[in-house]
């Protein structure tokens, strides 16, 4: 069974600094990886996604990740975070199951907590 | 429209009480799906529908019951559940694109769910 370990369980960054959450993902064929983020009281927003081809991904609120077949990692970055980007941040991995159904399989979660 | 969205988003319920949660979407997808989150967990598959027919149960007990009357509703029927079920219960629907594991999965903003 696939599956992603997310190394860090909580980042605190202040505002206006980089920021990097990382993620491993242990399949060795075909991959498809999503970033999520839930912010507080909310559901899951997709962030990005990496299904082939660039190994860099853009997503929304200026959130980028890049593909990294040979060390098995998709981390998530931000050049300069925001109040805002505080929430919760999940990398997952998808497998499939045949029918039109597939599974999210979800690492244990980071919480990025942006300091003023 | 890219919106899944979830009623009621808070029940309490005791523990013989029989009640339902209720989720829709209206983007023409096939595939629908139900979620389980703990507090500070990420969130663990139950049920997938495809097509309207249940493909994946993750061996759910039987106090949870899916039903999916048609393409764009889905409602997951709840009796004798457990203080320990008591969690956010998350939605979710994605496009069914032929074989493949890299559709987007779209998330309501879940029902907050109390066991007494």
């Known amino acids: 069974a696939q599956s992603v370990t997310q190394l860090d369980s909580q980042v605190p960054v202040f505002e206006e600094a980089p920021v990097e959450l990382r993620c491993n993902y242990s399949?060795?064929?075909?991959?498809?990886l999503f970033w999520y983020v839930q912010y507080p009281n909310q559901g899951l927003q997709l962030l990005l996604k990496y299904l082939s081809g660039s190994t860099l991904v853009k997503g929304i609120n200026g959130f980028e990740a890049e593909f990294n077949k040979s060390q098995t990692s998709f981390h998530l970055r931000k050049p300069s975070v925001h109040i805002s980007d505080t929430a919760e941040y999940f990398c997952a991995v998808s497998d499939w199951y045949g029918e039109g159904a597939q599974k999210l399989v979800f690492g244990q979660g980071t919480r990025l907590t942006i300091n003023p | 429209d890219t919106e899944v969205t979830q009623t009621p988003k808070h029940l309490v319920m005791g523990m013989t009480n029989k009640k339902s949660l209720k989720c829709e979407q209206h983007?023409?997808?096939?595939?629908m799906y139900w979620y389980k989150q703990k507090a500070k967990k990420p969130p663990e598959l139950m049920f997938v529908?495809?097509?309207?027919?249940?493909?994946i149960n993750e061996s759910v007990p039987s106090r949870f019951s899916p039903e999916c009357p048609n393409s764009s509703l889905l409602n997951l029927h709840l009796h004798a559940l457990q203080p320990e079920d008591s969690a956010l219960y998350l939605c979710?629907?994605?496009?069914?694109?032929?074989?493949?594991?890299?559709?987007?999965?779209?998330f309501g903003e879940g029902s907050w769910l109390t066991v007494v």
């Open positions: 399949s060795s064929v075909s991959v498809y």
């Open positions: 979710a629907s994605s496009q069914d694109a032929g074989q493949s594991s890299g559709n987007t999965i779209y």
């Open positions: 983007m023409g997808h096939r595939a």
């Open positions: 529908y495809s097509y309207e027919k249940l493909s």
